[in-house]
Nanobody, 124 residues
Framework: QVQLVESGGGLVQAGGSLRLSCVAS????????MGWFRQAPGKECEFVAT????????YYADSVKGRFTISRDNAKNMVFLQMNTLKPEDTAVYYC?????????????????WGQGTQVTVSS
């Protein structure tokens, strides 16, 4: 099993930045694709970004492209989400997720392990 723990959420004003971190347990982290998803109240789980196991390839939802950057440090079993130019509509619980595949997609069903989430609130 894989345990994922997110951190870095909080309250920020619109236009500000936050950096989310996710640390994973296990010795096979470097083989997992990683992703970030978010869920606002009353909304379905929304894909944010994913990164391949090597960190070579990354893909983003159109809503965050150009503002958010996903990265990983396999030596530290960590994945990050740098969020810039935050908007109130970015407010959600953000979840880190791992896929046993080398490259994940934008579908929650393709991810096998999930963190508990971290709250991001962006005020106007």
């Amino acid at each position: 099993q894989v345990q994922l723990v997110e951190s870095g959420g909080g309250l920020v004003q619109a236009g500000g930045s936050l950096r989310l971190s996710c640390v994973a347990s296990g010795r096979t982290f470097s083989s997992y694709a990683m992703g970030w998803f978010r869920q606002a109240p009353g909304k379905e789980c929304e894909f944010v970004a994913t990164i391949s196991s090597s960190g070579e390839n990354a893909y983003y939802a159109d809503s965050v492209k150009g503002r958010f950057t996903i990265s990983r440090d396999n030596a530290k079993n960590m994945v990050f989400l740098q969020m810039n130019t935050l908007k109130p509509e970015d407010t959600a619980v953000y979840y880190c997720a791992a896929s046993v595949r080398n490259m994940g997609a934008g579908y929650p069903d393709e991810y096998d392990y999930w963190g508990q989430g971290t709250q991001v609130t962006v005020s106007s």
